[in-house]
């Protein structure tokens, strides 16, 4: 149960597989850093409204107004119309007259006339209205104080493009870091216990060895991302198309709440799943089993013609390119049936060196051969 220099051994890899990810990751790079750029202004307009908004109401302090006048300001290009309200207003600070035009910080036009409408309708000229203004700069008001409804809307839009974003960065990141583990393991002998990048803890016991399998790096909050994300995205449309896109506060609050019960249920059920199974050569006994719900495995030593490691689709894959394929390391019996022991996440040179490494260990453990696919 000594140390196992690894021989990767295999043919090598055509160089034009290795200058296809080099390239997949280029790209990758500059459309995440598109991405992240204009999905980033956006999240600085809207956040940065919400924010000046809970700033306003903290601090600023009221005064009688009036509406001079009120209407419903209408822009329209080829693409179409959009509405936003135009309310100006006089109020008096310290004796001084100030006129003023905004409604609320992080306003914006819509496409959906309602919004507008409404405030018009509250706000008809004449009218006496309490006016929040800055201390420090009385000439800064807004009449509308707190988080708008709006924008919650438009917090609960930008979710899906945030997570898209973050997943890109953490992605690249994660690829970078998870490369560097593979190529560091592949360089030093394998001793047990130690960690198989891709597939869990490795140990040498009393019956033998076996492999426990680990979740992935960041699995969980993987699963969590895409449940909520997917909720909020399917509550863009739910909670605007019902309200005419300008839906009460509660609605969208309500639209958070569950999509993040929905991503709490995503990653319990991936807690729970049983995919994986723990791997047990046990030598005693003379049995190698891979212990799962979903086709479990369980062969006498004797029975084992050898190890491989073959191509199969990987789940990641895009609309309409070819889909990639990802190592899966299998026992071959010798009945000519094939078991499948595990699938080592990854699609690149690295990730077969991997399978291939890991497979030549347990040949050695074994003493039954890696054969080709």
């Known amino acids: 149960m000594g140390g196992f220099r690894i021989d990767l051994g295999g043919p090598a890899s055509p160089r034009g597989g290795r200058a296809g990810e080099?390239?997949?990751?280029?790209?990758?790079v500059f459309f995440a850093i598109i991405w992240c750029t204009i999905t980033g202004v956006f999240a600085v307009i809207v956040i940065g409204g919400i924010l000046m908004q809970l700033d306003a109401e903290r601090r600023f302090e009221a005064a009688d107004g009036t509406v001079v006048a009120s209407k419903v300001r209408t822009h329209s290009d080829s693409n179409g119309?959009?509405?936003e309200p135009a309310i100006r207003y006089r109020y008096k600070v310290a004796g001084r007259e100030y006129a003023g035009e905004r409604y609320a910080y992080g306003q914006f036009s819509s496409s959906a006339s309602g919004h507008a409408d409404e405030v018009v309708r509250r706000h008809p000229a004449g009218k006496h209205v309490t006016v929040y203004y800055d201390p420090h700069n009385p000439s800064e008001a807004v009449l509308a104080m707190g988080v708008q409804p709006q924008q919650w809307f438009m917090l609960l839009f930008l979710q899906p493009f945030l997570l898209v974003g973050i997943g890109l960065v953490g992605g690249l990141a994660a690829g970078v870091v998870r490369?560097?583990?593979?190529?560091?393991?592949?360089?030093?002998?394998l001793w047990p216990p130690c960690y198989v990048p891709g597939w869990g803890q490795l140990r040498a016991e009393r019956d033998g060895f076996r492999v426990y399998p680990a979740p992935l790096p960041g699995e969980r909050l993987l699963a969590f991302a895409a449940?909520?994300?997917v909720t909020c995205f399917l509550s863009i449309f739910a909670v605007g198309f019902l309200s005419g896109f300008s839906p009460p506060t509660w609605a969208v609050q309500a639209a958070f709440g569950t999509a993040a019960g929905v991503g709490v249920a995503a990653a319990a059920a991936?807690?729970?799943?049983?995919?994986a199974g723990?791997?047990?050569i046990n030598d005693g006994a003379g049995r190698l089993t891979v212990s799962r719900r979903r086709e479990p495995v369980d062969l006498a030593l004797a029975d084992v013609e050898g190890w491989t490691v073959c191509a199969v689709p990987s789940k990641w894959k895009s609309e309409g390119s070819p889909t990639p394929t990802q190592p899966q390391l299998a026992v071959l019996a010798r009945d000519g049936s094939r078991a499948?022991?595990?699938?080592?996440p990854g699609t690149g040179d690295d990730s077969f060196a991997l399978a291939r490494a890991v497979g030549e260990y347990l040949a050695g453990v074994t003493r039954k051969p890696l054969k080709a696919e």
């Open 22 to 28: 080099v390239a997949g990751r280029v790209f990758m």
């Open 81 to 83: 119309s959009t509405f």
């Open 179 to 189: 490369r560097r583990r593979m190529r560091a393991f592949l360089a030093a002998p």
């Open 227 to 229: 449940g909520y994300g």
């Open 270 to 275: 991936d807690a729970l799943k049983t995919g």
């Open 278 to 280: 723990v791997l047990h």
């Open 340 to 344: 499948a022991v595990h699938s080592f």
